[in-house]
């Protein structure tokens, strides 16, 4: 019975003994198990971080490339309303110089009915003198042969057609 009382105090020493570090190990596992996940979820949110970082450097390519196509469109858009502008000034100076030619015709067209007019008046004259001319031609040739002179430097001639002026 003593050597079982020794081996029950001894038993009861180790485990007084053992309960302790027992106890620190199943802390320590435990200790460890957290920090494993720790790590785990660190590990986790530092590829949530890199895809991040990764998609930011992404929509930050996108931007650039928005922002030059921007500066494109905005650079396409001065030529264009340069280009415009200089249609619209184009298109002024065209009606203008339409304006110009307009009353130049317009003047033009009246010149040429008022030299009509005077055409015509100076044919009616031209007509009429033909006729005076021709009457007149008659008159005298009546007259020079009444006359009867043998000096032929006095003799009337009939006067030939004329041409038009």
């Known amino acids: 019975m003593a050597l079982?009382?020794?081996?029950?105090d001894a038993v009861t020493r180790v485990e007084t003994v053992l309960t302790p570090v027992t106890e620190e190990l199943e802390r320590e596992k435990a200790e460890k198990a957290a920090i494993k996940e720790e790590l785990k979820a660190v590990k986790r949110s530092r590829k949530e971080s890199d895809e991040l970082y990764a998609r930011c450097t992404h929509l930050e390519g996108e931007l650039q490339e928005a922002r030059d196509a921007r500066n494109t469109a905005l650079v396409s858009k001065e030529k264009a309303k340069r280009h415009l502008q200089r249609g619209v000034d184009e298109i002024a100076?065209?009606?203008?110089?339409?304006?110009?030619?307009?009353?130049?015709?317009?003047k033009q067209k009246e010149e040429i009915a008022r030299l009509e007019i005077t055409l015509k008046e100076a044919n009616n004259d031209r007509h009429v003198l033909k006729k005076k001319l021709r009457i007149l031609a008659k008159q005298c040739t009546k007259i020079a042969v009444q006359d009867s002179h043998p000096d032929d430097s006095?003799?009337?001639l009939e006067p030939q057609e004329e041409t038009l002026i």
């Open 154 to 156: 006095l003799q009337v």
């Open 4 to 8: 079982q009382r020794a081996l029950l």
């Open 93 to 106: 100076r065209l009606n203008k110089l339409h304006e110009k030619f307009d009353h130049a015709l317009k």
